[in-house]
């Protein structure tokens, strides 16, 4: 069993900066590639940022390739989306999300297994 729960979430101005952390618990934290989506009312939930195990790969959505950063830290059993000159379209639900094995489509909710609570970020403008 993996649990995760999102935090950092928050209310900004556009152009401004927050940094989510998914903090998980479970036997094997560490083996576990991680993403990050996110879902705005009355829109379907969509990638924003995937990284592997070990932290070596990294992908993202075109929407926030260049402002946000996705990283890790097994010691702390926590990843973290980093997220900079934030836009009012970047409002939504964050969610991070972890699969149960390797091999799935990153961009895919559905090869997801784990999910967060989720955090809202509102982004005024």
């Known amino acids: 069993q993996v649990q995760l729960v999102e935090s950092g979430g928050g209310l900004v101005q556009a152009g401004g900066s927050l940094r989510l952390s998914c903090a998980a618990s479970g036997r094997t934290f560490s083996s576990y590639a991680m993403g990050w989506f996110r879902q705005a009312p009355g829109k379907e939930r969509e990638f924003v940022a995937y990284?592997?195990?070990?932290?070596?790969?990294?992908s993202y959505a075109d929407s926030v390739k260049g402002r946000f950063t996705i990283s890790r830290d097994n010691a702390k059993n926590t990843v973290y989306l980093q997220m900079n000159s934030l836009k009012p379209e970047d409002t939504a639900i964050y969610y991070c999300a972890a699969p149960r094995r390797s091999g799935i489509v990153v961009t895919t909710a559905l090869h997801y297994d784990y999910w967060g609570q989720g955090t809202q970020v509102t982004v005024s403008s």
């Open positions: 990284i592997s195990w070990s932290g070596s790969g990294t």
